[in-house]
């Protein structure tokens, strides 16, 4: 499985981004999806994730109706909507996906993408 992020860029706080992972290979529906970040300085952080079938979502709390992740399954795409950027979601974002909700959460991927980078400005 191949994971490619884009949409990152420079915003100011306030605005929105889409980020979008497009996914090559094999795909199981069971697999859950998802997005970590880093920011400068600090560790890595889960942020959404969901399953390829769709269903519930996962947040984190810090992201939590600002941010709505979903998924494309004829594209094999999964979305990261931002709304509400502020400064301190500055970082990297990465998708990732695994075969279990817990695994992925854990931040425990088997397969991760590279990192778009997003910048929101105060």
């Known amino acids: 499985v191949q994971l490619q992020a884009s949409g990152g860029g420079l915003v100011q706080a306030g605005g929105s981004l889409r980020l979008s992972c497009a996914a090559s290979?094999?795909?199981?529906?069971?697999?859950?999806v998802g997005w970590f970040r880093q920011a400068p300085g600090k560790e890595q952080e889960f942020v959404a994730a969901?399953?390829?079938?769709?269903?519930?979502?996962n947040y984190a709390g810090s992201v939590k109706g600002r941010f709505t992740i979903s998924i494309d399954n004829a594209k094999n795409r999964v979305y990261l909507q931002m709304n509400s950027l502020e400064p301190e979601d500055t970082a990297v974002y990465y998708c990732?996906?695994?075969?279990?909700?817990?695994?992925?959460?854990?931040?425990?991927?088997?397969?991760w993408g590279q990192g778009t980078l997003v910048t929101v400005s105060s």
């Open positions: 290979g094999r795909i199981f529906s069971r697999y859950a």
């Open positions: 969901i399953n390829w079938s769709g269903g519930s979502a």
């Open positions: 990732a996906t695994t075969s279990t909700m817990n695994q992925l959460v854990a931040g425990a991927s088997d397969y």
